[in-house]
């Protein structure tokens, strides 16, 4: 299916990705990809490892569900309130250097978490790693879309799979690395921030060169906003309905992030290195799923996407409760690859709802996603607190049905098409 050409907050340059590919050569283009998706793996894996640290943290401090949900909502709430601000910041004025500050902000996060020795410092350390996502995320999303050459779907995925499979590799190197070794071991990862930093320098190079960053600086180029191809009431309804449908998405998908590892432990008895590991399962079909929805959504539309991903996990999520270890192993893998195949597609979607807004929807979507698995987090924790870890995959088990939200979606690629 033939993709509309949505502008961006810079200039009409923005999204007219092939005459880069033209310029500077596909080659190049595909590489800033890669390494965008390559920082999004090494960005994710660090800040994966702060729920993959939550027994031993919980353990070590004798902390209580409440305050390991408290832990998630440090990072994602510095995550999910500034993400939207940067967005709406750099729409207006790009900050191209702004990446490898980023992640100067996750490097000091992790540093801090291996020597934090109070529940002060956990909770400190943990939001200046959610600071750095803040500006990672927003203005990684916009470059992907510059370089993505018209395949917006595809260009999302790829930046998207880093992060998943960041986040799947995370609690395997927690149960081999930080698990045997302690707390302290966390800095070792610092590594991994700084090799990110050096490539994002050079995507920050390669951002500041782009045509349209150079007409910004001469001033040959006006920023119009596109306009939205349908009434504002509407785009306001239907991106409220993304954002339910991403509260359902992201507050399940936190359920097993946050607790997966008690509740295998606490059910069946499983070592933390065994939970770890069916941990890694869960996020690595996590990250498969993510890259599979937006190719896909480039050929069918994000619509039907949206709608077998969310509603379609709605069965499996409903049978893992009363599962035996060995099919919670393969429910837990169905709904990661079927629940995240919507993310790529609910981005670019958002995308084409508003037009020129690039950076503002990337802030709000991931915002809001940080900010609702942290929430999610800590109420899921409360209730753990209150009945037990299973009441909680119970209760969950009910959100994809919030899918069938699905049908009141404008189809706006059959307007625009």
Request: charged share 10%; aromatic share 16%.
């Given at each position: 299916m033939k993709q509309p050409a949505v502008g961006v907050a810079a200039s009409a340059p923005l999204s007219t990705a092939p005459a880069l590919g033209t310029a500077s050569g596909s080659n190049t283009t595909f590489a800033i990809l890669i390494s965008l998706s390559v920082c999004h793996l090494l960005n994710d894996m660090n800040q994966s490892l702060v729920p993959?640290?939550?027994p031993i943290l919980k353990?070590?401090?004798?902390?209580?569900f409440g305050q390991i949900g408290l832990i998630t909502l440090a990072f994602q709430l510095t995550a999910s309130l500034l993400q939207p601000v940067v967005g709406i910041v750099t729409d207006k004025r790009p900050q191209p250097y702004s990446l490898p500050i980023a992640m100067g902000s996750s490097l000091a996060g992790l540093l801090l978490l291996s020597v934090a020795n109070t529940y002060a410092l956990i909770l400190l350390a943990a939001a200046l790693v959610g600071i750095g996502s803040s500006v990672f995320h927003p203005e990684s999303s916009r470059v992907a879309r510059m370089a993505s050459g018209g395949r917006y779907g595809f260009a999302q995925s790829l930046f998207q799979l880093g992060g998943s499979t960041g986040s799947s590799i995370g609690p395997l190197l927690a149960a081999f690395i930080v698990v045997p070794r302690g707390q302290g071991s966390i800095a070792w990862f610092s590594a991994a921030a700084l090799l990110a930093i050096l490539i994002l320098a050079n995507v920050s190079m390669w951002y500041a060169r782009h045509p349209a960053m150079a007409a910004r600086r001469n001033k040959k180029v006006a920023a119009p906003i596109a306009a939205s191809p349908l009434p504002r009431a509407t785009v306001i309804f239907a991106f409220s309905i993304l954002l339910v449908l991403l509260f359902?998405?992201?507050?399940?998908?936190?359920?097993?992030?946050?607790?997966?590892?008690?509740?295998?432990?606490?059910?069946?008895?499983?070592?933390?290195?065994?939970?770890?590991?069916?941990l890694f399962a869960f996020l690595g079909a996590v990250a498969a799923g993510t890259f599979i929805g937006g190719p896909i959504g480039d050929r069918v539309g994000r619509k039907p996407v949206i709608w077998f991903s969310i509603l379609g996990a709605f069965p499996f999520a409903l049978m893992l409760p009363y599962a035996s270890l060995m099919w919670t192993g393969v429910l837990s893998v169905l709904i990661g690859l079927i629940l995240a195949s919507a993310?790529?597609?609910?981005?670019?979607?958002?995308?084409?709802?508003?037009?020129?807004?690039?950076g503002m929807v990337a802030g709000m979507v991931f915002g809001f996603s940080f900010g609702?698995?942290?929430?999610?987090?800590?109420a899921l924790g409360e209730i753990a607190d209150a009945t037990s870890i299973e009441t909680v995959y119970k209760v969950c088990s009910f959100l994809p049905l919030i899918g069938l939200l699905t049908a009141l979606l404008p189809d706006i690629e059959k307007r625009r098409g």
């Open positions: 993959a640290l939550y353990d070590n401090y004798a902390l209580d359902s998405k992201n507050v399940y998908t936190s359920s097993l992030s946050s607790y997966y590892t008690f509740y295998l432990i606490q059910k069946f008895g499983v070592s933390v290195q065994s939970a770890q590991l069916h993310f790529s597609a609910i981005v670019v979607y958002a995308q084409e709802l508003l037009p020129g807004r690039v609702l698995g942290g929430l999610g987090a800590a």
